[in-house]
């Protein structure tokens, strides 16, 4: 009987936590010190960049807006150039071994421009896209 217990005991253990998430150990992995960012180039049908008023990234597996937060200089080098961040390694931690679906949504003067998806992840160094186009022409 005890020998039953201690078997029942044991498949209990190793079978209660399938609802884990489960993290990659990442100790002993050595990374380069880029940092990433993966990044939607938006041109009109001449090839110019689009200049954005505003965007917005949003992950859709909880609707949270993870928008990076631009100061004025990079806001306005991204309007420049229309290359707009949608995942960087700063969400690397909280989204490694982990595929994501993220909307980037472009605004110019309140009009939606640019409505994206793009599959994403993360692993021990840094974010990758799985699937998405990153250039983007626009008919506006």
């Known amino acids: 009987m005890k020998v039953y217990l201690t078997i029942l005991m044991a498949i209990m253990l190793t079978t209660c936590d399938n609802n884990k998430e489960e993290k990659i150990d990442c100790t002993d992995t050595i990374c380069t010190m880029d940092f990433r960012t993966i990044a939607v180039s938006l041109k009109d049908n001449n090839g ?10 949003t992950s859709l597996d909880n609707q949270k ?9 990079n806001l306005e080098e991204a309007r420049k150039s229309g290359a707009y961040p949608v995942f960087g390694d700063e969400l690397r931690e ?3 071994s982990k595929e994501v679906e993220v909307l980037f949504e472009g605004y110019i003067e309140n009009k939606k421009v640019a409505n994206l998806t793009f599959l994403v992840g993360a692993d021990c160094c840094h974010v990758f896209l799985i699937e998405g186009q990153l250039e983007v022409v626009l008919n506006i």
């Open 48 to 57: 110019n960049p689009i200049s954005l008023d505003k965007f917005k990234v």
């Open 65 to 73: 807006d993870i928008t990076r937060d631009l100061d004025n200089f």
């Open 94 to 96: 909280k989204y490694q």
